[in-house]
């Protein structure tokens, strides 16, 4: 169980400010990561699919889809805790990489 909170604040002169926050425990899960080459660079505008499988893990249901930005980035969530998941990495139609994930 994990909680977070992240804002920005500019104070202008002579302000004080107050902030108040109030966390709730947040137990969803979620998964992130950068595609990187075979040199160790970053791949940007990557395709990265998120596809859930059932009990045969060769049944899988495309969930979400996104592009990496411009320093590799992706990220899915929230997702089911338990559930297996495959996310297939696609760039320039040529496979990259196929990673299985199976949360806590």
Request: aromatic share 8%; charged share 25%.
């Amino acid at each position: 169980m994990s909680s977070n909170a992240n804002f920005y604040i500019r104070p202008g002169a002579n302000e004080r400010i107050e902030v108040h926050i109030g966390l709730t425990p947040d137990e969803r899960s979620a998964v992130h990561g950068v595609v990187r080459d075979n040199g160790g660079l970053p791949v940007s505008n990557a395709l990265v699919m998120l596809f859930e499988t059932g009990e045969n893990p060769e049944d899988l249901t495309h969930t979400s889809q996104i592009f990496t930005d411009e320093t590799g980035r992706f990220a899915f969530g929230p997702l089911t805790a338990g559930m297996l998941y495959m996310i297939k990495v696609y760039k320039d139609s040529v496979k990259l990489r196929e990673l299985e994930i199976t949360t806590e």
